[in-house]
């Protein structure tokens, strides 16, 4: 353990406040003998002073392409285009494993440079069940801002806040209609984050799991106000919503939120839409008359982002503390070496994690 260095980069995003180690969480791994390298970043929800004053080395934002060559590199989203070799082992959530746009672009990457991607998607215990998510607040987040968009309240650009002021703005009003709320994947944690925004705006939702989504009733669907879909599809599975659904006569449905995001893959299980939205532009109307709206923001949880990295950073510290060639992240560095197979993308010498 005293020989493990994890690296706390800066987050390109604009947009993207969280963290996957919070200060209090770092001075447990700095006081369990791991060297934590921090980047100076001006967009994370907590201050660079308060890594350093747990015992946590700073670093510039972006440093970390010159960092030790056993550091392993912690992050969340997405990185910048460069460099183009990566050669340290690599920590964040890659969207690269469902041949995303740019999948291939990525893995190759880290194959060039002999680095790793261990993608936290795919940190999983011996039954398959996540170790780390931000799944209740994707779910939550989600629901939160349908109900915005479909009372009228939705304003833009977003901005970050908390959950207190949040649930404020989501409890009934004089004058709000009634409506109807359907969360499909209701079982899972984004589901049941969904569930939990719904009852706080006063709307009691239909649940729909794996039982109701094996034989779909496309009609009963449609006849919600509000959709919210919190299902990550592992295999191909038939549509949720096709392009000529949105044009059912019978079609009420007025606001989708889709918290799982994904465009652009195979296993996309609404693909009625072709791009995603984003904190100045969320909603996109999907149809004119009668009116549908889209929300599909993939960083939902950094709208709340104290509360949703302090519940991550939570899950994620034990296995940081446990970071080994075996276990969960040895699955984590079999599944990279799948997708690259799978892509077609030849390796050189494999490395531990």
């Known amino acids: 353990m005293t020989e493990l260095h994890l690296w706390l980069r800066h987050e390109v995003r604009t947009t993207e406040r969280r963290t996957p180690i919070v200060p209090s969480d770092a001075r447990r791994l700095v006081d369990s003998g791991v060297t934590l390298t921090v980047e100076e970043s001006p967009q994370r929800i907590f201050p660079v002073e308060e890594y350093e004053a747990v015992g946590c080395r700073i670093a510039p934002a972006g440093s970390w392409v010159s960092a030790p060559a056993d550091a392993v590199v912690l992050g969340l989203k997405e990185l910048p285009d460069g460099p183009p070799d990566l050669t340290h082992r690599h920590i964040f959530f890659g969207h690269a494993y469902k041949r995303q746009p740019g999948a291939a672009d990525l893995l190759r990457r880290f194959v060039r440079g002999g680095g790793a991607l261990l993608d936290l998607e795919y940190l999983v215990d011996d039954h398959g069940r996540r170790l780390a998510a931000f799944g209740f607040w994707a779910g939550y987040l ?34 709000d209609e009634e409506f ?174």
Not at 149 to 171: C, I, M, N, S, Y
Not at 280 to 291: C, H, I, N, Q, S
Not at 323 to 333: A, D, E, K, T
């Open 142 to 175: 989600g629901a939160a801002l349908a109900v915005l968009q479909h009372r009228g309240r939705l304003q833009a650009p977003l901005t970050p806040t908390g959950k207190d002021a949040l649930d404020e703005t989501l409890r009934p009003a004089a004058g």
């Open 180 to 353: 109807t709320a359907l969360v499909v994947g209701a079982l899972g944690r984004s589901g049941r984050g969904a569930r939990v925004a719904f009852r706080e705006a006063g709307v009691d939702p239909t649940c729909w799991d794996l039982e109701e989504t094996r034989d779909l009733d496309r009609g009963a669907l449609l006849a919600h106000d509000v959709m919210v879909n919190a299902v990550l599809a592992t295999t191909p599975v038939p549509p949720f919503l096709r392009e000529e659904d949105l044009d059912a006569p019978a079609r009420r449905l007025r606001t989708l939120c889709d918290v799982t995001c994904d465009v652009g893959s195979p296993l996309n299980v609404l693909p009625v839409y072709d791009r995603t939205t984003d904190w100045t532009d969320p909603a996109r109307r999907l149809r004119k008359e009668p009116p549908l709206d889209l929300i599909a923001i993939d960083n939902l949880p950094s709208l709340l982002p104290k509360e949703s990295s302090t519940d991550f950073s939570a899950a994620l510290l034990p296995q940081l503390l446990d970071l080994g060639v075996g276990g969960p992240w040895g699955r984590c560095l079999d599944r990279f070496h799948q997708a690259c197979r799978e892509l077609g993308i030849v390796e050189g010498q494999s490395r531990d994690v």
